[in-house]
């Protein structure tokens, strides 16, 4: 079956530009996650999704950063005015019920602000 | 806080010799322990964990750990290193409960000489 895709890939911007970033997780699967990857900071959680509610935003770093799930299914992380420590690997992942213990990442999407 | 430890930065071995990659986390509760390995330009796949039970786990790819809980240690071993081994690993931990987002270590960079 398929598994967590995260797009796009690659993203280059502009430093001041507004980011949309896309995750679909396994069929499913209830629990999302956002994660980022970055040189300084290592790996961090950034919110979870339990259906279409987020229970838990504590590692959103800044009002600038935000996040939607619809339908249950896909959710989109959303940078404004993007800055050059924004620059990570934003990393989903999903699991198959609140509580489980498995989650399963997608690629990621490297995000570069020049 | 909550925090992982993983000794060790980077890690050579030769192919053929003993994998042994060092995890430490500090907390009175016991989390639930994870190890993720990740190859370059990809996002991060479960080698193991361990919730319960038997506290020697045994994963993919002839990898296991063995939670010692008075050592509050969850070390990763391999008998004998491939080339294919070559990656970073990650060392994680969760507590469960409404969330159960993952704290990481900071990896360690397993290189395999032939």
């Known amino acids: 079956g398929a598994g967590v895709s995260q797009s796009p890939s690659n993203k280059v911007t502009e430093k001041g530009k507004d980011v949309e970033l896309r995750c679909d997780p396994i069929?499913?699967?209830?629990?999302l996650y956002w994660y980022r990857q970055s040189l300084g900071q290592g790996l961090e959680f950034l919110i979870y999704?339990?259906?279409?509610?987020?229970?838990?935003k504590s590692g959103l770093p800044s009002d600038r950063f935000s996040a939607e799930r619809t339908g249950g299914s896909v959710s989109t992380l959303t940078i404004q005015r993007t800055q050059q420590e924004d620059s990570a690997v934003y990393l989903c992942?999903?699991?198959?019920?609140?509580?489980?213990?498995?989650?399963?990442f997608g690629p990621g999407t490297r995000l570069t602000v020049t | 806080a909550q925090s992982v430890t993983q000794l060790g930065s980077h890690v050579s071995v030769s192919e053929g010799a003993l994998v042994l990659l060092r995890c430490n986390y500090s907390s009175s509760v016991p989390p639930y322990l994870f190890w993720y390995v990740q190859y370059p330009n990809q996002g991060l796949q479960l080698l193991l964990k361990y919730t319960t039970g038997a506290t020697l786990v045994k994963g993919i790819n002839g990898f296991e750990a063995e939670f010692k809980k008075s050592e509050t240690s969850f070390h990763l071993t391999k008998p004998s290193a491939h080339m294919s081994d070559a990656a970073e690993y990650f060392c994680a931990v969760s507590y469960g409960g409404a969330t159960n987002k993952l704290i990481f270590g900071t990896g360690t960079l397993l290189a395999v000489q032939p």
């Open positions: 069929s499913g699967h209830t629990a």
């Open positions: 999704f339990q259906g279409n509610s987020a229970p838990d």
């Open positions: 992942a999903s699991s198959f019920r609140q509580g489980a213990h498995e989650q399963y």
